[in-house]
């Protein structure tokens, strides 16, 4: 990882305005969806115009931002990224298997209006408690709840009347705005060249495949006109670089149930031509037929998709360090000695992204070298994957809180040791 890489603990648009303009080449963030999550004070609005008109600033003309947002505020976000002055390129999906339904059982709050205790029939298959670990407790939330969950009968007849109806979703998609800065030059290839902003990174983001991907003459998805994509004398081009990067993102259990509701599929059965003529105009035994599309089988395999951050992943790093201002003795961390007492662990940050996600989106929109910038870097996921591409970042975090814990991920990932306070920090 590059040693440039760094937190800035402090508020966003302070920070950035102390950037110079056109400085940075690519913004890759996962914002606040003013959700409201876990009643954090953090997540109760979306970012305002004002910030993202700062990274339109900072950023190079034709530079891209990827800004992650929930499925109920996703117009926010995209609707003040487009007033900030950016075009809308694309939105991405990131889809997974692992969320949990929020909803509110409405036969259950029926039969309590009315005051009236239903029949426990057994306790929910979902349920499992939550794990703690070094008196941190980091773990309080895992996605099934804390506390067991009963199953009841509704009683009242209203109750039974809406038994089964509820208020929400299985959360399963987190989209994701693809905008960029608008160009400085008439086309991108000029702007590339001035700035080396203005495109993405198509081969360095195709999803790998171990099968050689036949494509009719003429269409331009793996190289065309490359050697070693070409076979010469039957008009066929291959491809063995991976599939076109797709704007669907996939978790493994994600993945999975999308295999296993399609099954074994066969692509590749497009309409037959020949020459670039439609079938009908084919005469002859010099025109040969060629099909079009894919001839290769498979379902996930077609996206990119990545395992969700497990704990070993999220705790990287903050072994032996506590991640609060005390060390679990009491006393203040600074010219304490924490070392022989037993500290408090965790990655206390409740939306870690999966490191290998945020390293694809990072290649995806960076050029060689490139500078990336995290508004909202929580506990430094992008900080890490772009370090581990080879690009500069800088991660600003106004929680004293993830700070610490983004420092500490980070300096594991480099392999040096960064300060978990600087002159902020009390």
């Not at 360090?321 to 662990?345: M, N, Q, V």
Request: charged content about 25%; proline content about 6%.
């Amino acid at each position: 990882m590059q040693s440039t890489s760094k937190i800035i603990h402090g508020e966003a648009l302070e920070a950035l305005r102390e950037m110079p303009d056109a400085s940075v080449d690519a913004v890759v963030t996962d914002p606040p969806y003013g959700l409201k999550f876990m009643a954090r004070a953090w997540d109760h609005s979306c970012p305002p115009s004002a910030i993202w008109r700062e990274c339109l600033r900072v950023l190079k003309p034709g530079a891209y931002l990827l800004a992650f947002s929930g499925s109920r505020t996703v117009d926010l976000v995209m609707g003040k990224i487009r007033e900030a002055g950016f075009e809308i390129r694309d939105c991405l999906m990131w889809l997974y298997g692992s969320g949990f339904p929020k909803s509110h059982d409405v036969s259950k709050a029926l039969d309590k209006m009315a005051g009236i205790e239903r029949e426990v029939i057994g306790k929910s298959p979902n349920w499992r408690p939550a794990k703690t670990k070094g008196g941190g407790g980091f773990d309080s939330f895992v996605g099934k709840g804390s506390t067991e969950i009963n199953l009841t009968n509704p009683v009242s007849p209203i109750a039974q009347q809406w038994h089964g109806w509820g208020t929400a979703l299985k959360p399963a998609v987190e989209p994701i705005t693809m905008a960029r800065k608008r160009l400085d030059k008439k086309t991108v290839a000029a702007n590339m060249l001035e700035y080396g902003t203005g495109g993405i990174n198509v081969d360095g983001c195709r999803i790998e495949t171990n099968e050689k991907v036949q494509l009719a003459a003429g269409a331009g998805f793996f190289g065309v006109g490359r050697e070693d994509n070409y076979q010469k004398g039957t008009g066929r081009k291959y491809g063995n670089k991976g599939r076109w990067p797709a704007n669907v993102l996939l978790d493994e259990k994600a993945a999975a149930m999308l295999d296993e509701q399609s099954g074994e599929r066969i692509t590749g059965a497009g309409q037959k031509h020949c020459s670039g003529r439609p079938a009908s105009r084919c005469k002859g035994a010099d025109k040969p037929f060629v099909s079009l599309g894919y001839p290769d089988t498979g379902g996930a395999s077609r996206f990119f998709y990545c395992a969700k951050a497990s704990r070993s992943e999220r705790e990287a790093g903050l072994e032996g360090k506590s991640t609060s201002w005390r060390c679990s003795c009491g006393a203040l961390l600074k010219g304490h000695d924490s070392s022989k007492c037993l500290p408090r662990l965790g990655n206390t940050h409740n939306t870690v992204k999966p490191i290998s996600l945020m390293r694809w989106l990072c290649r995806l929109v960076t050029p060689p070298g490139g500078l990336i910038v995290d508004p909202f870097a929580g506990s430094g996921t992008t900080v890490i994957a772009a370090g581990l591409e080879g690009f500069r970042c800088i991660g600003i975090e106004k929680e004293g809180e993830y700070v610490r814990i983004a420092r500490a991920r980070i300096a594991h990932w480099q392999g040096s040791d960064l300060p978990l306070f600087n002159e902020r920090t009390p």
